[in-house]
């Protein structure tokens, strides 16, 4: 996806995990999805660059789909979809 459809997807959770170092980021998502009905969008928040590639190895070992992720403003905006 754009970085312009990924801004403009509907998010049904947003994990704010800025200023914390790998692996919170991660952490905050793992604990988090559990929030989400199946078919939501997550977006999660992170200064730590690492997190783009946890929560791709994440989504991938869970069957979660990630949707992409963008650079904004000195984070970044990583967002993933949950299937089941």
Do not use: H, N
């Not at 990924?6 to 919170?24: E, H, M």
């Not at 905050?28 to 929560?55: L, N």
């Not at 992720?69 to 089941?84: I, N």
């Amino acid at each position: 996806m754009t970085a312009d459809e990924l801004k403009a997807l509907q998010i049904g959770k947003l994990v704010d995990a800025r200023g914390t170092a790998c692996p919170g980021p991660l952490l905050e998502a793992k604990r988090t999805i559990a929030e989400c009905p199946v078919g939501a969008v997550m977006e999660v928040q992170s200064s730590d660059d690492g997190t783009i590639i946890d929560v791709q190895r994440w989504c991938k070992k869970m069957g979660y789909e990630y949707l992409g992720d963008r650079e904004d403003d000195g984070f970044w905006s990583v967002y993933l979809r949950r299937v089941k």
